[in-house]
């Protein structure tokens, strides 16, 4: 499930993950390793963390020690250190509220071979029972690390110099944002809103359940950070995706100039173990790069795919550009199986794409500019029926920030994922598809009485990443 140790170091982007070796359901995890490199393409690695006798590895966060504060590494070798929960199951057993703590450890050769602190766990536990998932990073303001977790409804926020020695500093959320479920990992980091010099500090929580399209979810607030606390003056609830896919997704430590870069786990807890797969479980969400944005006053966190992943897509189809006539569907025949970015521009704003298939399958994107709201429907989309609460609605998200004028729509479709970006990951949606056939045509219905226009529509192949 959840990504984990997300950090660039040495040339790689790392993305462990929670494993479990012998089965495709969630069982005693583990931590899996693959490094993606710079062009996107991604290889397995050795397991990296073992159960071992404080508990199972759960999620956490990894760092570059760049100053040897932690004593691991050296100067010229600085150590990447993982921060992780330990889940002890036998105390979960006994009905305690206490199995869950905070272990390190660290590896000497990029990621490869990896050593416990002998000194575990790190942070014990008072007698909280969801306690977890830290996310550690340098804190420039105080000049030590500072590491997010979670306790059950809300955030807390420790500062240690050497990653050994923790003193909780603040704690943020208890009446705050969204309750619906337990809060799980977390992550803080600045961004300057674009156009102008202002920073603003972005706090993500998954929340299970709760989202607004049901279960798993991510939101997250703006606020500031003044090196210990974290406060926001938001009242709303904001989410960063809308589809119910998209979960326990945090941003990578260490990157080259600053850039935030995400991944997600495209699931859903409502779900997650019943998914109609074989010798593989679920998968993570392309990169996407988060900026922040002002529309209408508001500030707006906005997620896309990163630039180097035009890397992977055929430049060599042509786009073209449709006219629709007003009440009129048009059907564009689909080439590239499921393995496609769908890319155009339109000023229209209320129309149905309906992806299908020879087996009869159908997926329902819909737009709808009156009220703003658009809707995704995969109630007919393929198999549905392994867990009643995998499709029994229309997943709903409301689109009231997005301007009048021409918005770029970009689907980036997968074998068993759809990943919906609405003019450059204003408005995201992402969501599994388990479609019994390839999708092998695009029915584009225009439900307005005047005609639009759909420029520079592009349906490319995408390569695959790993063999
Ligand atoms: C989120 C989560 C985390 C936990 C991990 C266990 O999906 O529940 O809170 O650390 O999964 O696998």
Redesign the pocket.
């Known amino acids: ?2 990504p984990n140790g997300l950090v660039y170091h040495k040339g790689v982007y790392h993305l462990f993950y ?1 494993y479990y070796p012998d089965d495709i359901v ?1 069982g005693p ?1 583990h931590w899996g390793h693959d490094v993606i490199t710079y062009m996107m393409k991604l290889e397995h690695k050795h397991i990296a963390l073992y159960p071992d006798k404080n508990g ?1 590895i ?3 966060s990894a760092v570059v020690d760049v100053n040897n504060t932690s004593g691991f590494g050296t100067a010229e070798n600085p150590a990447l250190v993982a921060i ?2 330990y ?1 002890l199951m036998e105390g979960e057993k006994a009905g305690r509220k206490d199995f ?1 703590t905070q272990g390190i450890a660290y590896s000497l050769d990029n990621g490869y071979s990896w050593t416990k602190y002998e000194g575990n766990p790190v942070i014990g536990n008072d007698g909280i029972k ?1 306690f ?2 830290p996310k550690v990073f340098w804190n420039e303001k105080e000049s030590v690390w500072s590491m997010l977790l ?1 306790a059950g409804d809300h955030l807390q926020i420790w500062n240690s110099p050497n990653l050994k020695e923790w003193e909780q500093v603040s704690e943020f959320g208890k009446n705050q944002g969204a309750h619906g479920g ?1 809060w ?2 977390p992550d803080l980091f600045p961004l300057q809103v674009e156009g102008t010099d202002a920073i603003k500090w972005v706090l993500l929580i ?1 929340i ?1 359940p709760g989202a607004p399209n049901g279960g ?1 979810g991510t939101q997250y607030f703006i606020g500031d950070f003044d090196g210990k606390t974290f406060t926001s003056d938001q009242e709303e609830h904001k989410w960063l995706d809308l589809g119910r896919d998209n ?2 997704g945090v941003t990578y430590n260490n990157t080259r100039d600053n850039e935030r870069i995400f991944i997600g ?1 495209m699931s859903n ?1 409502d779900y ?1 173990r019943d998914t109609p797969t074989e010798k593989w479980r679920s998968a993570m969400t392309v990169p996407r790069s988060l900026s922040l944005r002002t529309s209408n006053g508001n500030h707006e966190l906005y997620n896309y795919p990163l630039p180097n992943f035009e890397s992977l897509v055929d430049k060599a189809s042509v786009a073209q550009d449709i006219a629709i006539k007003a009440n009129t569907a048009h059907t564009i025949p689909l080439k590239a199986g499921n393995q496609s970015e769908i890319r155009f521009t339109t000023t229209a704003r209320d129309f149905v794409l309906s992806f299908e298939n020879n087996t009869k399958d159908s997926l329902a994107i819909a737009m709808d500019g009156k009220n703003k709201v658009l809707t995704f429907d995969r109630r007919n989309s393929g198999l549905t029926d392994f867990k009643n609460n995998f499709a029994s609605a229309v997943q709903e998200m409301p689109i009231e920030n997005l301007l009048e004028g021409e918005v770029e729509i970009r689907i980036i479709l997968d074998a068993s994922s759809v990943e919906l970006f609405i003019n450059e990951g204003q408005y995201v949606m992402t969501n599994q598809i388990f479609p019994r056939d390839t999708y092998t045509q695009l029915e584009f219905l225009n439900r307005s009485d005047q005609e639009i226009k759909v420029a520079e529509f592009s349906e490319r192949s995408v390569q695959r990443i790993w063999e």
């Open positions: 499930n959840d929670q969630w995890m199972l759960f999620s956490g992780f929960t889940h869950q969801d977890r998932d979670v337990v799980e990992c998954s299970n798993s979960y326990a786990w807890w997650a």
